[in-house]
């Protein structure tokens, strides 16, 4: 995973609230068995629609997104991180997010940053005014700089830490591996099996 | 100190507590389906990892198998590569697998507590958000996302941040009619789609105790809808009863340990909450959605909301957005809104016990001619119960279409789908948009309602229609 300190680049704002993971990409495109080529279905069906945010051509190539509260809820799929990362995402900003969708931006390396929701507007307000306003989200000072904007985000301190450090967990679980072998060794002896 | 029911399950599988770090929690059992598993297996193809434990992993073909012509190869070259692939890669990582056409086929949270490899105080995890119905037993059980599942494979554990607890107690009779699936929704259009975020949900009181372990799991299964990772209810002897005898639970002296033990994880007398929310189950009746998320339900003989009355600016736009999808006018009654498409099944409500509630009220009836019924039991061990029992024959006498095994409508990954426009009243969890077909409106109802809505054409419960002569 690549590490990630600052970023800079244009948003876009997404004024709806409680976009769910079927929004964010529908079970239609879940079928594929790669970790790539997911952008086609980023907001499928909102798409559909010209006046869609998305669609505008002021906003192309934008690595922001600045979304209303609770955003990813619902479904488990990592697959609306990769929609979203395949189609050029970095960062998105929301008041509120669900936690599994938090977990997985975490850990494919999409910086969820939460800020409250006046934050949210100043950034919408900023944006419908230029949208070719320049955001730079600093993980390093956990914090969003816009125009005249300046304002402080939260993110998770470990997630932060291996963000910035670009480290694999799966990498950081195996050096506790005598830990895990001692654990496995103390369990009841009724706990099932599958086999 | 006094604990919560889940901060035991939580301290009994810490393998490494570190400050400032998440914990590492070891995970009992790891349920896997072709969705969200293909990349996880990949993942551990390209680092050249094994699976740890695959004898404490189960996979099982759900998501996206069709629910008829079983016999017969999967139409969808796509749904077929990933069940093929799934298949592939249990082979070569020695994963335990129940592949269409296998007796122990199914939903895979249904499979896991029918054959007895759910019980109290386990870490159970899925990939699939619907993992919390396990925690009808007392475990700890949530959705993970691909990585996670990656992570599990290869580690048998999850690095994880403590969860809050919160306390929902529902004191009281519930009402004739009302079931476990009209309080999940009366408590999640109480708290919001995001009330529950950060917490274990602990559903507790007599209305909760009254349940069967079919209710409890529809309620579990439901907090995800609520934002949290898990829902839980204390092991007690409903639960005992429910595991006992089945395939993989414990049994002779093993039986008895374990038992004891499972009597030691109620939540003490003393044990302090980070949050508490009452309701009294006697005040409840069947509810409905009308709208885009779970949160958004009415009682059944309640009317579309105005815009209008809306608290904030936020929530006015989302009434006006939902409405807009669901062709739905203001101050319409529930009970006048016209289903084409009644579905019965899924993860939340496809067990034997909702099966037998639409039987009950099939039996004798028919179904409306506007509407087509489609009934999918949760996995081929229900769907033989429910054989067993004639209640095949009354749903296909009533004019219903009884299918195989699947998640199917609740999802539409497979042939199962609302066309745009249409309207289904569906026992499954999400009314989100498009969830069940692209341009497909839903109503999230009980399995009650949706056998009463059948009969009617219209949204509506048993006690609507005219007594059997």
């Known amino acids: ?136 989200v600093d993980l390093a000072a956990q914090q969003i700089r816009a125009g005249d904007l300046v304002a402080d985000f939260a993110v998770d301190g470990y997630v932060r830490w291996r963000l910035m450090e670009g480290l694999d967990d799966i990498g950081i679980t195996l050096q506790s591996g005598d830990a895990i072998t001692a654990f496995e060794k103390q369990r009841p002896e009724f706990t099932p099996t599958t086999g | 100190m006094a604990r919560t029911l889940a901060e035991k399950v939580w301290a009994a599988h810490v393998v490494r507590h570190a400050e400032g770090e998440p914990d590492l929690l070891y995970i009992d059992l790891h349920l896997v389906h072709e969705v969200t598993s293909p990349q996880a297996f990949d993942g551990l193809r390209v680092a050249g990892r094994g699976v740890r434990r695959p004898d ?25 590569a990933q069940v093929d692939a799934l298949r592939a890669n249990c082979a070569e990582f020695k994963v335990p697998l129940y592949p269409l056409g296998s007796i122990e086929q199914g939903i895979v949270h249904v499979v896991g507590p029918q054959l007895g490899l759910t019980q109290p ?17 007392g475990a ?55 009330g529950g ?8 009181g007599s209305a909760i105790r009254g349940l069967s372990m079919e209710g409890r799991m529809t309620l579990c299964n439901m907090s995800i809808e609520a934002g949290a990772r898990a829902g839980m209810v204390a092991p007690d002897e409903t639960t005992f009863e429910y595991v006992q005898g089945r395939e993989h639970a414990p049994t002779g002296a093993a039986w ?42 009415l009682p059944l003989s309640g009317s579309v909301p105005s815009p209008a009355n809306a608290s904030d600016e936020v929530e006015r736009t989302a009434i006006e957005r939902a409405l807009d999808y669901m062709g739905l006018v203001p101050g319409t009654l529930l009970r006048e809104i016209p289903i084409d498409t009644v579905f019965i099944g899924s993860c939340t409500n496809g067990r034997i016990e909702d099966l037998r509630a ?83 409106r839903t109503h999230l109802v009980s399995p009650a309602v949706a056998a009463a809505t059948a009969v009617v054409g219209t949204l509506a419960a048993p006690a609507d229609l005219p007594a059997l002569s």
């Not at chain 2, 198998?65 to 070259?77: E, G, H, L, S, W």
């Open chain 2, 256 to 297: 008895d340990e374990a038992v004891t033990y499972w009597r030691t994880l109620p939540s003490d007398a003393d044990a302090v909450f980070d949050a508490e929310v009452h309701l009294d189950a006697t005040t409840l009746s069947p509810y409905v959605t009308w709208g885009t998320n779970p949160g958004q339900g």
């Open chain 1, 1 to 136: 995973m690549d590490a990630f300190t600052t970023h800079t680049g244009t948003a876009v704002p997404l004024q709806r609230s409680n976009v769910d993971t079927d929004q964010i990409i529908p079970a239609e495109y879940l079928k594929r068995i790669t970790r790539t080529g997911f952008e086609d279905g980023l907001f499928a069906s909102w798409r559909k629609d010209p006046d869609f945010v998305l669609n505008q051509p002021h906003h192309a190539g934008a690595t922001i997104l600045v979304a209303g509260p609770d955003f990813g809820t619902g479904s488990s799929r990592e697959h609306a991180v990769w929609a979203l990362q395949n189609y050029g995402f970095k960062v998105v900003i929301s008041s509120r997010f669900a936690d599994i969708f938090r977990g997985n931006s975490g850990k494919g390396g999409l910086l969820t940053a939460e800020v409250p929701q006046e934050t949210v507007e100043k950034l919408w307000a900023l944006i419908a005014a230029d949208p070719a306003t320049e955001v730079t």
């Open chain 2, 56 to 80: 404490l992993t189960l996979a099982t073909e759900d998501h996206n198998v069709p629910t008829i012509n079983i016999d017969q190869p999967i139409a969808d070259p796509i749904s077929r």
């Open chain 2, 121 to 137: 105080g386990m870490t159970v995890v899925c990939g699939d958000s619907h993992t919390s119905t396990h925690g009808a037993f």
């Open chain 2, 197 to 204: 975020q950060g917490y274990v949900l602990e559903y507790r």
């Open chain 2, 358 to 440: 639409v039987a009950e009220v099939l039996r004798g009836r028919q179904v409306a001619n506007s509407v087509r019924m489609l009934i999918v039991p949760g996995s081929v061990r229900v769907k033989l119960q429910a054989e067993d029992e004639g209640l095949d024959t009354v749903f296909i006498d009533a004019g219903a279409d009884w299918r195989e095994a699947g998640c199917s409508m609740c999802l539409a990954m497979n042939p199962d789908k609302l066309a745009p426009g249409e309207r289904s009243a569906s026992t499954s969890n999400r009314n989100f948009e498009g969830r069940q077909g692209p341009g497909g």
């Open chain 2, 140 to 194: 700890l059980a949530f959705g993970i996302g691909t990585s996670e599942v990656e992570h599990v494979l290869a580690t048998q554990t999850l690095p994880l941040k403590p969860f809050k607890t919160m306390a929902i107690t529902v004191d009281g009779e519930l009402p004739p009619g009302v079931s476990a699936k009209d309080i999940t929704l009366a408590i999640i259009a109480k708290i919001g789609t995001g």
